[in-house]
């Protein structure tokens, strides 16, 4: 069974700071997805990552996907206020069809 | 182009009645997946479809929860009875699979069901 971890699951930072969310799954894949949640919203799609080495930009924040480690990284990079949100990582086997599995979340908080 | 229409977006229901929630997936997309979100489980997957078939349901925590998808455009998921328990928000989703697609998920709004 495909499990997903992520680390912290709490994060409370100052605004201007960087730090990184840390997603670590057990079985072989090569595509690995991170989605941000707003409170008593949706998912919303940040970045996709087909293969090993990915890395992907946007703004403040940067996805990376080592297959070899089985983790992703999402960096935060001088966190604003606008970045408080819980961020889930999910992970596809790739097969036709299949379904992916989401890590716990990571509720982030940016503080002034 | 629209993306998952999820209705209704509120529902404040009864123990004991039933519920139906809808889903209409993205156009081309020929995997749908029903997700329950609450505080202590978090995100759980209860059922997915692939091509209208439904692949896997060992999500579905009870007999009292069964899922429809009689077409390529509509879902549906039945709770009857329902209890408190199963307040929680629940998503629909789909995705392409076909035709070398990133397989990336995408969300509808969400239905917040309240059971009293």
């Known amino acids: 069974e495909l499990k997903v971890e992520q680390n912290p699951l709490f994060l409370s930072m100052q605004e201007g700071k960087n730090y990184t969310i840390y997603c670590n799954y057990s079985?072989?894949?090569?595509?690995l997805y991170w989605y941000r949640q707003d409170p008593g919203k949706s998912l919303e799609s940040l970045f996709v990552?087909?293969?090993?080495?990915a890395v992907k930009q946007e703004g403040r924040l940067m996805a990376s996907l080592d297959t070899k480690a089985r983790l992703s990284t999402l960096h935060i990079t001088a966190a604003v206020h606008d970045l408080s949100a819980t961020y889930f990582c999910a992970v596809d086997r790739g097969t036709s069809g299949s379904r992916l599995t989401f890590g716990e979340g990571t509720q982030l908080t940016v503080n002034p | 182009d629209a993306g998952v229409i999820q209705s209704p977006r509120h529902e404040v229901t009864e123990m004991g009645q039933e519920v139906t929630l809808r889903c209409k997936p993205i156009s081309g997309h020929n995997s749908l997946f029903w997700y329950r979100q609450t505080m202590m489980r978090g995100l759980e997957l209860l059922i997915y479809f692939n091509n209208n078939v439904p692949i896997d349901d060992s999500g579905m925590p009870e007999d009292r929860f069964s899922a429809k998808m009689p077409n390529a455009s509509f879902s549906t998921l039945k709770i009857q009875p329902s209890e408190p328990r199963d307040s929680a928000v629940y998503f629909c989703?789909?995705?392409?699979?076909?035709?070398?697609?990133?397989?990336?998920?995408?969300f509808g709004e969400g239905s917040r069901l309240t059971v009293l």
């Open positions: 990552l087909l293969s090993n080495g």
């Open positions: 079985t072989t894949s090569d595509r």
């Open positions: 989703a789909s995705k392409r699979t076909s035709g070398g697609a990133s397989g990336e998920l995408f």
